[in-house]
C-alpha cells in the first residue's frame, strides 16, 4: 500500500514564477492537509481539504496562494508570483474519516 | 488558543543512554497529542499519539509517552538509546481529532544526537 506521495521533490524556481506541488494521498484516504515547514521552525499548518472542497484554509496566506482537491487526480497546492520567503518544506498529509494523519516526503521549494 | 512548547531544541545523548524529550502543551479543552520523527530530507512519520485512553501510551521503536494533565505534559522518552534513534522529533496538538477540522499545532522541534 503506497503512502503519501509528493512531487516533484525538489523545485526550483525564480522570483516571479509559479511553483505547482502535488500530492496524492494514501490508497482510500479522502482528506488532504498541507503544512509549510520554514527553516528551523516546526510545520505549520495551511490548509485542509476534501474531495472537491476547501474545509479550512485559515493557515494559507492570503494572496499568492491557493489549494484544490479534485474529484480526479492529486491536490494542488499553487503559489503564485513566488518570492524568497516561500522557499521552505512543503508538507501534504492524508487521513482517513479525519484520523490520524500520515505525511508525505515533502516538496523542498528554493527560490532564487 | 492551541501551542505546544518542546523545551530544549538540540539535546545530545550517549547510545544506550536514557532518552528524555520534553513537551509541553496548552489547551482549552481536552488536548489529543502526537509525537512524530523526522529524518534527515524525509517526511514524518507518527511514532505515537495520546486520545483519551490510557495516560502512558507506547509507539513505534520503543518510545513511549505519559499524558499529564495535572503538569500539561507528554513527554517522549526511551530506555535505551540506538544510533539510529538520531532525528528531528516533533510534539503536536489537535482539538479536534476526528472532528470538523483536525489540524495539528506543531512545536518548533527537538534535534536528538546519539553519540557513540
Known amino acids: 500500500n503506497a503512502g503519501v506521495m509528493q512531487n516533484p521533490r525538489h523545485l526550483v524556481r525564480r522570483r516571479g514564477q509559479e511553483a505547482r506541488l502535488r500530492c496524492s494521498p494514501m490508497k482510500g484516504h479522502s482528506h488532504v492537509y498541507w503544512y509549510r515547514q520554514l527553516p528551523e521552525e516546526g510545520l505549520k499548518f495551511m490548509v485542509y481539504?476534501?474531495?472537491?472542497?476547501?474545509?479550512?484554509e485559515s493557515g494559507m496566506p492570503k494572496e499568492r496562494f491557493s489549494a484544490e482537491f479534485p474529484k480526479e487526480g492529486p491536490s494542488i497546492l499553487r503559489i503564485q508570483q513566488v518570492v524568497r520567503g516561500d522557499s521552505a518544506a512543503y508538507f501534504c498529509?492524508?487521513?482517513?474519516?479525519?484520523?490520524?494523519?500520515?505525511f508525505g516526503p515533502g516538496t523542498r521549494l528554493l527560490v532564487l | 488558543a492551541q501551542s505546544v512548547t518542546q523545551l530544549g531544541s538540540h539535546v545530545s545523548v550517549s547510545e544506550g543512554a536514557l532518552v528524555l524529550l520534553r513537551c509541553n502543551y496548552s489547551?482549552?479543552?481536552?488536548?489529543?497529542l502526537f509525537w512524530y520523527v523526522q529524518y534527515p530530507n524525509q517526511g514524518l512519520q507518527l511514532l505515537l499519539k495520546y486520545t483519551s485512553a490510557a495516560t502512558l501510551v507506547k509507539g513505534i521503536n520503543g518510545f513511549e509517552a505519559e499524558f499529564k494533565k495535572s503538569e500539561t505534559s507528554f513527554h517522549l522518552t526511551k530506555p535505551s538509546a540506538h544510533m539510529s534513534d538520531a532525528a528531528e522529533y516533533f510534539c503536536a496538538v489537535s482539538d479536534d481529532y476526528g472532528g470538523a477540522t483536525n489540524k495539528l499545532i506543531f512545536g518548533t522541534g527537538t534535534l536528538l544526537a546519539v553519540q557513540p
Open positions: 498529509a492524508s487521513s482517513g474519516r479525519k484520523e490520524t494523519q500520515y
Open positions: 481539504l476534501q474531495k472537491e472542497n476547501i474545509i479550512d
Open positions: 489547551s482549552s479543552v481536552p488536548p489529543y
